[in-house]
């Protein structure tokens, strides 16, 4: 009997663990790049259809032009139905700063605006990338395999070669595993132009000495860096001699060298660099 | 012969006809000679006058003291939204918006005369270009396409029409143009398949006058729909034309189902603003499949073309093309890129752009330049007439350009991502496009160009940086930092002998001038 009332409670606790386990994640977790996963049986959270349909009168005015009007991509704004920061929005958690502070470095205003109005906008939202996941296909947006038109081996020539990237670039070095870390449009996009790379600064004072770090900002008449104890110093342009060392634009050089063949081959080869 | 207590009588009949004449003056401006010859005291429509050149004869700022040049006030719309507006100047009174808001504002002082609030609608509410000004009313679009006309004494309505349906997703953000007796609105909306128009509405009822369509209805098979009037367009007196840039074809980055030109889509327009009818066409974009709008304003300008005087109408087009057109006729005179373009095969007899069918949206992409948002975009050029210069603030870019069948054939039909773009000033050789000189922005700006007589031209980097640089060689000769992100267009007038320059940053509007002596 003992024994049997042992088993039941182990049983019991491994089903009730099991059971918190299955609530806590209740999607898998989503892959690198863009696609979102379709999530499983159990249901998307639902919102109420007046605060969704609130939420699509506000998006439409405010959101729309650059987000599209259901959320899946405008003019210059990304597809949000396809974001990995919505997916794991939780009630307007990650989505609300988003709105309010904007993306300034990505030309995303801020939007000054009440609780209640950014709660409308996170459940429509929410809303749109539910359905659109539930839909299936019919999405706008690039999905890694609409990206596997090139080949692997052309592709490893081009980089050797013509292309020019082994003057910076290995595949055991710096691109090893590069695949694993960028996919899809998100792979392409970096290996066309790596957009977050930041540019070094050496500055040379009037008395001769130099400063060098990490390019902070620059315009023509301001010109600031952050050095190696991460201290912010900013000089007029005026005053001063600098050298900016920006290896990315390389690949500003190779835009009008690429054919569409070209790249679709690079993007076949990079994906071999798991 | 007269006695004389008739003759006080005519004198008092005088002097009360002149004084309620000059009242009613006031009242009644601007009117057709203020809008065919803006006095320097006057900004009173989008372009300032009607040839869109945005090029001012004042000369007191000038490139040896614009070094001086100072705030003289500024007027905070305690809004987050960045102005886009060209304020308007009639009468000492900057009238100028953003959506769903008018603000009229003292322009000596920046202290506020009135503000009109309409209640928030549907509609986008991306931006709001100005209003237009006919006899003391004031002409306003919102973003649920209604046109408001406003009395221009204190903002109150005056009356109300609707111009476009914005539940089918037409909404309205450009600043009027009034030519004689004719309100000229045009609309937006590129997600949905709409037919584009250009309407003229009676400026004291706002009932329609004459409508021209850019586009057949929707529906209509292997036809295209879109061509939106997104901008305010340029006028020439003398030929009686009024001239209009349109948008791109929807669906926008699928061609499949509009086979051929897409006519009127991308096209500059010469119509009567009389009667509405189209009198020549010339297409900067063909079939296009880039989003690439030819509504950039079509400046009109006077002068010397290869040793024969012409009357030309120039475009710096969002594709990347230069355009110098006859514009009696609708001739080219030239076309030639002013940035890197990658897209066409060259151009045709017309002087048209011939689209490459492999440089088309394509599953698994096309790397076109420049990007969707264009060579240039909405920011206004300017032309120095003095120098024979064609400014214009450029974004040199890169872009990733995709469609696919499932992406459908309504709306946007697709999707593009921007790669790689830069902003830089450049001063275009009219006769020959070569470039001049240039000035680096560093990265694309909004700020419109504006140049004058003495010299100057007027801009923005963006970093919100307000520039003045030397028309001659590019040179910054003056510059303040806004804090803020330039959406606009320069503004320049004389008010008490003093020369203002009227700029915007963020929900800020910012008047400069040379320090009081």
């Not at chain 2, 100028?96 to 309409?118: E, I, K, L």
């Not at chain 2, 953000?173 to 030519?179: G, I, K, R, Y």
């Amino acid at each position: 009997m003992r024994f049997l009332q042992t088993s039941f409670w182990l049983v019991a606790m491994c089903v009730f663990l099991l059971a918190v386990a299955a609530a806590q994640n209740p999607v898998p977790s989503p892959q690198p790049g863009n696609q979102v996963q379709p999530a499983p049986a159990v249901a998307d959270k639902t919102y109420p259809p007046e605060l969704v349909q609130s939420g699509a009168t506000l998006f439409r005015q405010d959101c729309s032009f650059c987000h599209g009007r259901d959320a899946t991509g405008g003019e210059t704004g990304p597809d949000l139905t396809r974001s990995r920061l919505v997916r794991a929005d939780v009630e307007g958690d990650k989505i609300g700063p988003v709105i309010r502070n904007g993306r300034p470095d990505k030309g995303m205003p801020l939007f000054d605006r009440s609780d209640q109005q950014i709660a409308s906008l996170v459940a429509f939202i929410h809303a749109q990338q539910n359905a659109q996941h539930n839909r299936g296909g019919g999405r706008k947006g690039v999905d890694p395999s609409d990206l596997q038109t090139g080949n692997a081996e052309a592709g490893k020539k081009y980089f050797d070669g013509a292309g020019g990237c082994a003057h910076c670039h290995s595949a055991t070095g710096d691109l090893a595993g590069i695949a694993s870390r960028y996919k899809g449009l998100e792979l392409e996009q970096q290996m066309l132009y790596p957009r977050h790379a930041k540019s070094k600064v050496t500055v040379t004072l009037p008395s001769g000495e130099t400063v060098s770090g990490t390019l902070a900002y620059r315009d023509e008449f301001t010109v600031a860096l952050t050095d190696s104890s991460d201290t912010y110093r900013s000089w007029r342009a005026r005053d001063v001699q600098y050298k900016v060392d920006s290896p990315q634009d390389a690949h500003v050089e190779q835009f009008s060298k690429y054919t569409d063949a070209d790249i679709h081959n690079l993007m076949a080869y990079l994906q071999t660099l798991q | 012969m007269m006695n004389s207590s008739r003759h006080a009588f005519l004198l008092a009949m005088s002097a009360l006809l002149v004084a309620l004449s000059s009242g009613s003056l006031l009242a009644q401006a601007p009117d057709d000679p203020m809008l065919l010859r803006p006095p320097v005291d006057s900004w009173p429509g989008y372009h300032g006058d009607y040839s869109g050149r945005r090029h001012s004869s004042l000369t007191q700022i000038t490139p040896q003291n614009v070094k001086s040049l100072t705030l003289a006030w500024s007027f905070q719309t305690n809004q987050t939204i960045p102005l886009k507006s060209s304020p308007l100047l009639v009468d000492g009174i900057l009238y100028f918006t953003a959506p769903d808001n008018v603000w009229a504002v003292d322009a000596r002082s920046g202290h506020q005369v009135w503000h009109f609030s309409y209640p928030r609608g549907e509609g986008e509410h991306i931006g709001q270009r100005g209003v237009g000004m006919y006899k003391g009313s004031v002409f306003f679009l919102t973003p649920d396409a209604h046109l408001i006309c406003l009395s221009a004494k204190d903002g109150m309505v005056r009356w109300k029409v609707e111009i476009a349906d914005v539940s089918k997703g037409y909404w309205t953000s450009m600043a009027p143009l009034v030519v004689g007796n004719h309100v000229l609105v045009g609309v937006s909306g590129d997600f949905d398949n709409l037919s584009g128009f250009l309407r003229a509405v009676d400026p004291e009822t706002g009932a329609t006058e004459w409508q021209w369509n850019s586009t057949p209805p929707a529906g209509s098979p292997n036809q295209t729909t879109g061509g939106m009037t997104w901008m305010t367009g340029t006028y020439d007196p003398d030929l009686n034309l009024v001239y209009w840039g349109t948008g791109n074809p929807t669906p926008v980055l699928n061609g499949s189902t509009r086979p051929g030109d897409d006519l009127y889509t991308c096209s500059i327009v010469a119509l009567n603003p009389d009667t509405g009818k189209l009198v020549w066409s010339f297409q900067p974009s063909p079939h296009d499949t880039h989003d690439w709008d030819a509504v950039e304003t079509p400046v009109l300008v006077d002068g010397d073309f290869h040793g024969k005087p012409q009357k030309m109408l120039m475009q710096s087009s969002r594709n990347g093309y230069f355009f110098v057109l006859d514009r009696s006729n609708g001739k080219s005179l030239l076309t030639v890129p002013f940035g890197p373009v990658n897209w066409s095969l060259g151009v045709d007899k017309k002087g048209q752009p011939i689209p490459n069918p492999a440089k088309e949206p394509a599953p698994d992409g096309r790397l076109i330049a420049p990007d969707e948002g264009g060579m240039t975009n909405y920011r206004s050029p300017s032309f120095d007439t003095k120098r024979g210069l064609f400014i214009v603030s450029a974004h040199p870019s890169w872009s990733v350009y995709f469609s696919k069948p499932a992406d459908g054939t309504y709306g946007w039909s697709g999707a593009d991502y921007d790669v790689w773009g830069t902003g830089v000033i450049e001063a275009i050789d009219y006769q020959t496009g070569k470039i001049r000189w240039t000035h680096d922005l560093g990265s694309e700006s909004g700020a419109g160009i504006l140049t004058t007589d003495s010299g100057l031209t007027f801009s923005g980097d963006a970093h919100g940086n307000f520039l003045a640089l030397d028309s001659t060689d590019g040179k910054t000769l003056w510059h303040a930092g806004s804090g803020s992100h330039i959406t606009s267009s320069p503004i320049t007038y004389q008010l008490d002998g003093r020369q203002y320059l009227v700029t915007s940053s963020g929900g800020v509007l910012f008047a400069w001038a040379l320090p009081e002596s």
